[in-house]
């Protein structure tokens, strides 16, 4: 049972980077979610994907970009690394159903230098 | 809109005693909400949810939540609290047409020997 896989689990870029985060699902689950967690603030949705062909961004989508590449996964590309995205990062996802609710990855730890 | 508010962001209570993790939230819409739970460098685990059923629901770990409409909370509780049970907590609401979680800031849980 994987579950949800993110990888890597630890990255460090330098400011200008670019990387893309990686997450694949084996639950065949329609919709997949993208969210960064920063102390004291929770968790802040960046993107998030309520179908295989859709995307739509949440509430801090600036300096992000995604793509459901197919039902299984959902990447998250930072283009040009910057200080402030220093963060974990989670995918998640779920069936389109209200109350079904989320399976999380285990996250991946972000540091912009 | 909904929202969700989790009174304290850490709170510390001896091995054995009662655990009292405070949610409040706000909809227009009859609300489903859920708890989950973060150890240390992992992700979010469902700990449990409530969809309009039972009132008092149980989730795992000893862990449960009662719905109180009135007062508009899902407060989680744990009779006696382990050394295990350290970790993040989050509160979150879904409800209506959404199926997206809003989640609360989170609660830092601290069990003292």
């Known amino acids: 049972n994987a579950g949800v896989t993110q990888t890597p689990k630890f990255q460090v870029l330098k400011t200008g980077q670019s990387m893309t985060l990686q997450c694949a699902q084996d639950m065949n689950h329609n919709s997949m979610y993208w969210y960064r967690q920063d102390p004291g603030m929770g968790l802040r949705l960046i993107y998030y994907?309520?179908?295989?062909?859709?995307?739509d961004k949440g509430e801090v989508p600036n300096g992000y970009n995604v793509s459901r590449l197919n039902k299984r996964e959902f990447s998250l590309r930072l283009e040009s690394a910057a200080p402030s995205q220093t963060s974990v990062y989670f995918c998640?996802?779920?069936?389109?159903?209200?109350?079904?609710?989320?399976?999380f990855g285990s996250g991946t730890r972000l540091t912009v230098v | 809109a909904q929202s969700v508010t989790q009174l304290g962001s850490h709170v510390s209570v001896s091995e054995g005693a009662l655990v009292l993790l405070r949610c409040n939230y706000s909809s227009s819409v009859p609300p489903y909400l859920f708890w989950y739970v973060q150890y240390p460098n992992q992700g979010l685990q469902l700990l449990l949810k409530?969809?309009?059923?039972?009132?008092l629901v149980k989730g795992i770990n000893g862990f449960e939540a009662e719905f109180k409409k009135s007062e508009t909370s899902f407060h989680l509780t744990k009779p006696s609290a382990h050394m295990r049970d350290a970790a993040e907590y989050f509160c979150?609401?879904?409800?209506?047409?959404?199926?997206?979680?809003?989640f609360g800031s989170g609660t830092r849980l601290l069990v003292r020997p």
């Open positions: 998640a996802s779920s069936e389109a159903v209200v109350g079904y609710g989320y399976t």
């Open positions: 994907s309520a179908s295989e062909g859709t995307t």
């Open positions: 979150a609401v879904t409800g209506g047409s959404s199926y997206k979680l809003i």
């Open positions: 409530y969809t309009s059923a039972a009132t």
